[in-house]
């Protein structure tokens, strides 16, 4: 049952006639013209702005997010809108709530093992880590988050070039290079390719960004809503959306319908 | 009825195994590490990356849509958030799903209000324009979009700095001057205080920046979007959304629960 | 600006330790074992029971709205299950996210037409009422809302079935003869079939059984709740929404990706 | 990844222009006036006809998850409403989203512990079954889903009838009487009242009428989005959640704003 509380706060930020307070930054004067929306993303994660480099270093992995073409999430949102396109905010929404432990798990999941093996570890085995951690993973029979992709082998070429702009900002360290130990065992030890994917690059520069493991979805989210609107705006001048509806619907009749089954006899 | 395609069409992106291309843009080499998130947004709106000068005035206009406190739709996601603490996502969704007339309207209202009476008209009279649309609105008993706040009076304090950041760049042309010229008419056929607020002025810009007046909605989806995970997130380590439903529930069962109406005995 | 409430009010139930009140009537001894779903739906929407009549006539015509195969919505409550099979309840709410003007608009408005013609005038003559609604359709340019289907020609099987069920009730009176009375004149004057499909006989049908055309569109979107849990639970079963996308996305790959454009070169 | 199909298959329903196909039967002849909507909705998940028995004791069940009061789906529903007024859809769908482990997992997991417990059990011994069932829940010290109630103490009402309900209709088994023996011994071992609640007492009533354990979240967004479209419909005439919105922000601005932090000086 929810505890009962004698008091409502909350630090987000509040106004007044004459000010707009976002996490202690008065908006007019230290935020707008000062702050790109990634900023104000970390401002509200972090609940300070970012030095320069996390700047780029946080705009790059939500940059990543945004955009993977036809995804479900955009078709889902494309075809919310064929029957509301009255309410495009209702479009994303219905695209955002597929994000779910299937397309957004992995990245989850990768922060989360790499924050568990190493948050207040001093000094750490990052070797022996990684071993550990190839053979839980083996012994439960789990796939390691962030690891292999269906479609981008070798290598997935956000990775490098992620790892890259983290390591140019000064902000690649234990979490990244465990991620890389892990690869190299996981990879040895199954004979085959698994290449750190995008959602492995993302956890793992989350972590060095010292975000908690459990705000990881939400950055999926963030990027996720802008991308979305995108496609929205595509099926508003170019719909096809019904199109794709038709041809399955026509598909079951063929399959399923009267002729098919002989009910309709 | 909708009309059939033979193909399916999409110019938003592609990928393939060794590359990932966002409107024409190769993703690793072009995008990551060189656009801001308010800047791939501008993107996806535009078909075009913004120049200097767009990209401070767009993420200007993005992040003053980010964050209002704990409004109905910041309430909504700390509420679904309660039910569903597995599925962030939801949460945002659900908070997004009221961003409609009452609350996103007046934006869209302002930016549709401008580009009908401005787009495609050469060398404009901006104050015959401005008479017109005042006695067009008092004529149908409606409220002008963009004008007016409940609470921040006499100037909603985004608006100066804003149209500001705007001019600063290069980006303060007859849209801007129009609304401004509305305003002043409107104050004056009405007699009381009716300050441009914040949708007025970002439906005012977002003009400027040549985006059609139906994108203006998405932007508000875009930024709040973002806002709302920081929401689900200080829900998560200060929860007020239970205290603030079982104070309703507890009023409603004093006011209508069996003592009030005595069908309990 | 929304007005102030000194006391919070509601009267659709409570619950103390013993007792549990729907509507002024104790759920255990009242409600359960005595009242069907749709009875109960008709009590939220009546605040009262349904006469043996009313509810053969209320369950026909939330049961017509339950399932019509693979629409856009159930398509969208199978991808979003696709990407979160955890949340079986975000399916169903993106599906229903899409119930806007396009799908629930006509069922909405043929209420809305036959109420307004008809509610509060006595001895209202149907001809001369039906002539003035066909004539003003036509002026405006608009369709007439409940007419014409694109599948279901020249009848709609639904529609004589629910008309009969009204009439064997008691229930079909003013409303359904005026939308016979409009259907004759606007195939007459337009030439060609406009069966009264079903959306046009649930909008007759409500307003005979007295509910407010604004809450039609609640009727559809309690069927087709049902309807989208019976369609991911086939996903579940027999998954069909992954070949769906991934059948589009190979097609946007073929048409607009690198081999198309010359840009992966 | 995905495994690819060669068809497209679905065995909901099909229509042709003269006839309307639901699971194998007739919509106009077979299903409208002959079934109730509960019925409809035990067809989509059985795919047969209920009996007269298990039409009762289904509609039973899925009646009691319509109404709860002011829960905070239904305040989700509410504030969805304030912002979207036109989009009745989105506040049902955005009140849904909150369906999540905390308020309906209970209902998930009291059928999933019973059936995991006695399907494909032949002549099981319930005595022993239930105390090995309570010894585990506390050694892995979890709550024994369907046990205990917040505020119906020492009995939820809704039990002792929905169970009387199953009684009568020949529907009270193995299911209902394993749960009544882990409640009696978990009431031992705690020392404390711990009721069957109602949802402990649907889902043994599920598994009574043959559902499988995953589809009894499907129940509670079946009886809910009924119960949301009357909160809908409560809120449009005697709206509640701006005043409970503004007392919210007042109170936070009282407590976080500048007259509190001293920011704003």
């Known amino acids: 049952m929810a505890k009962r509380k004698e ?54 992995i939500v940059v990543t997010l945004v955009e993977h073409g036809l995804t479900p999430s955009a078709l889902v949102a494309r075809m919310t809108y064929l029957g509301a396109p009255e309410a495009l905010q209702a479009a994303v929404a219905a695209g955002l709530s597929g994000l779910g432990t299937v397309f957004v798990g992995s990245m989850e999941g990768a922060a989360k093992m790499l924050s568990e093996a190493l948050d207040g570890v001093t000094d750490p085995d990052l070797d022996a880590i990684a071993d550990r951690l190839v053979a839980d993973f083996a012994e439960r029979r789990q796939i390691i988050p962030g690891l292999g992709h269906p479609v981008h082998k070798p290598v997935d070429p956000r990775t490098p070039r992620l790892f890259e702009i983290a390591a140019e900002n000064g902000l690649s360290g234990d979490y990244i290079a465990l991620i890389q130990k892990v690869q190299e065992r996981a990879e040895a030890a199954r004979g085959k390719s698994l290449p ?38 595509e099926e508003r001048e170019n719909p096809i959306s019904a199109e794709i509806w038709l041809r399955a619907e026509e598909e079951i009749l063929k399959n399923n319908g009267p002729d098919a089954t002989g009910k309709g006899d």
Chains 1, 2, 3, 4 share one sequence.
């Open 7 to 60: 008091n409502l706060t909350s630090e987000i930020g509040w106004s007044t006639p004459d000010e707009i307070n976002v996490r202690g930054l008065d908006l007019p004067s230290e935020i707008l013209g000062e702050m790109n929306l990634g900023d104000l993303a970390f401002l509200l994660l972090k609940h300070r702005k970012p030095s320069p480099e996390e700047s780029r270093v946080f705009n790059a």
């Open 196 to 233: 750190i994917n995008a959602t492995g690059a993302i956890g793992a520069i989350s972590s060095e960004l010292g975000l908690p493991w459990h705000i990881v979805r939400g950055l999926g989210v963030m990027g996720r809503s802008i991308g979305l609107v995108g496609h929205v705006l």
